[in-house]
C-alpha cells in the first residue's frame, strides 16, 4: 500500500494541469501546503478514533516530546515529498 501511495502521491505533485480554475489550483499547490492539507485529513480520522481528551492530561515534558516529534515528522515528510517531486517514485523509494 505504501507503494501505491508513493506512485499517486507523484502522479499528483507532477500531474499537469488540467482546463478549470479548481483543478489549475489543487495540481500547483506548493509542497508544503499539499502536505499539511494531507496531514490535517489524517489528524482528523486519527482524533476521532483516538479521542485523546479523554484521559490523563500530557505534562510539560510530553508535550515537548510531541512537539519535537511533530516537527521532525514534517521535516522528514517535507524532505521526502521534495525528493519524490524532483526523482520520481523509484528513486525515492530507494
Not at 500500500?1 to 489543487?26: C, E, H, K, N, Q
Not at 480520522?45 to 515537548?64: D, I, M, N, S, Y
Request: some cysteine; hydrophobic content about 55%; aromatic content about 8%.
Amino acid at each position: 500500500s505504501r507503494v501505491l501511495a508513493v506512485f499517486l502521491t507523484f502522479d499528483y505533485l507532477t500531474s499537469p494541469i488540467v482546463t478549470g480554475t479548481a483543478s489549475r489550483m489543487l495540481t500547483t499547490l506548493p509542497l508544503p501546503i499539499f502536505l499539511l492539507l494531507a496531514m490535517t485529513g489524517a489528524s482528523i480520522v486519527l482524533l476521532l478514533l483516538q479521542k485523546p481528551w479523554q484521559g490523563k492530561p500530557l505534562g510539560v515534558a510530553g508535550l515537548q516530546d510531541v512537539v519535537v516529534g511533530g516537527a521532525l515528522l514534517a521535516l522528514t515528510l517535507y524532505v521526502y515529498g521534495a525528493g519524490l517531486r524532483a526523482c520520481g517514485p523509484m528513486r525515492a523509494l530507494l
